[in-house]
């Protein structure tokens, strides 16, 4: 299944372009999360599954490394990423099954027999090497993740919001790499969403809250029906409350399947954390499934 490698989209805006200047950033990053103490009961052996935010690294670098910086302890061969598929190329779940990943401070390698094993589920996950070109959303993991889990290979995975049961799709990923786990494969599964859209700090704060609280009790259901209770309810410059719902509904199910009974939260912030205009803001999440 192997093809051509996928170049980097969005390096030079969402991540520094040179090497030099991207691994200190990285480092930094990955430094303070090992510094941070982290929420009772997510030791890296309870860990199936977590979700990063996928903005530019100077936003939320900090809290992704919180996810990543776990993940760099659970040590796994293969990282299975489902991401946001913002301009819904994908039918259902894309599957990149071409090349490596290219990015500047080097290439991550594809799992092809799992990727191929996960096109073999059949609808909605399918082929699509073009759904994840100029998407962003996974891209964004790579310098975090290459740093943190270096030689993990990794199956990309577009989640289109054209799919139809989020549910299934799920349960059917979290049996699979539940067979694969049993059989002595290190694998991980992570969601990349950031949380609430443009809103001024303080209701961005609140609608993570509101938000995550579904989210952390797995309720993948839940989760969808608060979401669009939080946009009915027109919240001042709020357009949507979690711009990668459809990655994260499939991985709660995964994660569940995985056995999986809880999220716990290592981190939030928002954009305003980070130097940006308080005014029109973007929260950022990282999550533990265990």
Known sequence: ???DAREPAVAG?????GAAGLGRMVDDLLAGARQAKRPDGAGPGAVVGIMVPHAGLVYSGAIAALG?????EIGPTTIVLAGTDHQAWAEGVGVWAG????MPLGEVAIDEALAAAV???GGPFARDDAAHLTEHSLEVQLPLLARACPGAKIVPLAVSPRLDSHAEAGVRLGRLLSERRAAGERIL???SSDMAHYPPARICEETDTELLEPLLRLDAEGLRVADLALIGARRPG???GLCGIDPVRVTLAATAELGAKRGILLGAATSADAGGDPRRTVGYAAAAFV
Not at 13 to 17: E, I, R
Not at 99 to 102: A, M
């Open 68 to 72: 990543w910086a776990l993940a760099g």
């Open 189 to 191: 599964l992570v969601a």
């Open 99 to 102: 090349g490596p990943w290219r």
């Open 238 to 240: 709020l357009v949507c």
């Open 119 to 121: 096109v073999a589920l």
């Open 13 to 17: 805006m969402f991540y520094p372009a």
């Open 1 to 3: 299944m192997s093809g």
